[in-house]
């Protein structure tokens, strides 16, 4: 699962992510991480989400999008795909592609986001006991 923040912040680095979005999908794909070889990348705003088997789709998709939300919804996010993650019965993992400027007037609990890590290192230790 990819997470992409897709803030105007995070315009100036679009085509970055998207080629790392492909990039990392296709050594996931190769090295047969993901069985079905099925990609999802997720956004912090109210874009729908993309699956694709193909890497180059998943890049060309990513960079024809418009980065123009003013704020990033990460913590919301991101608990998002914690839960998806934690009802998954297979082991998942989560890519974060962010440059980190999600509220910057909130700076006393990283806005939000250590709730859902904490949840999910939770749900770790506790399936791995």
């Known amino acids: 699962m990819f997470l992409v923040d897709d803030s105007r912040s995070m315009e100036p680095h679009q085509k970055k992510v ?3 979005c492909q990039v990392l999908s296709y050594l996931l794909k190769k090295g047969e991480v993901d069985p079905n070889a099925t990609f ?3 956004f912090t705003s109210s874009h729908p989400p993309l699956q694709s088997t193909r890497t180059s789709e998943l890049k060309d998709n990513i960079e024809k999008m418009l980065f ?7 913590a919301p996010s991101l608990d998002e795909l914690v839960s998806k993650a934690i ?3 297979k082991p998942v993992s989560i ?4 440059n980190g400027h999600w509220n910057l007037k909130n ?5 939000g986001v250590d709730g859902p890590i904490k ?3 939770t749900h ?3 399936t791995n006991e």
């Open 95 to 98: 890519y974060v592609l962010t």
């Open 40 to 42: 999802e990348v997720y």
């Open 124 to 126: 770790v230790r506790r």
């Open 107 to 111: 700076r006393d609990n990283f806005c």
């Open 18 to 20: 998207a080629a790392s």
């Open 119 to 121: 949840r999910l290192v």
């Open 68 to 74: 123009h939300e003013d704020q990033c919804n990460m």
């Open 87 to 89: 009802q998954n019965k």
